[in-house]
């Protein structure tokens, strides 16, 4: 997982903030981790402004620790934002 991604307890939950230049940059962002949602069944809390947003990745409410789907999904939004930079370049 990467090193931008904070693990907190109490409840268990997974925290990234990313930023964008711009909205639409961000907004591009939004649509692509809601299909990521789609697919894998797993739905984050977002909130977002004008160039940024915090997501927040909480462990199941029949488990109270994280698992390896939960750090999984993390992976595969680092990824989306990183294909979404390097097409940038």
């Known amino acids: 997982m990467n090193a931008n991604w904070q693990e907190r307890q109490r ?8 930023e964008f230049v711009t909205y639409n940059d961000l907004s591009n962002f939004l649509e692509q981790a809601a299909d990521l949602s789609e697919r894998s069944g797993l739905y984050p809390d977002l909130g977002f ?41």
């Open 11 to 18: 409840p268990a939950r997974l925290e990234r903030r990313y």
């Open 49 to 89: 402004g004008k160039d940024y947003v915090n997501v927040t990745i909480h462990a199941d409410q029949d488990d109270p620790e994280l698992l390896a789907h939960h750090h999984e999904f993390a992976d595969q939004l680092e990824q989306l934002k990183v294909t979404m930079s390097a097409g940038k370049e």
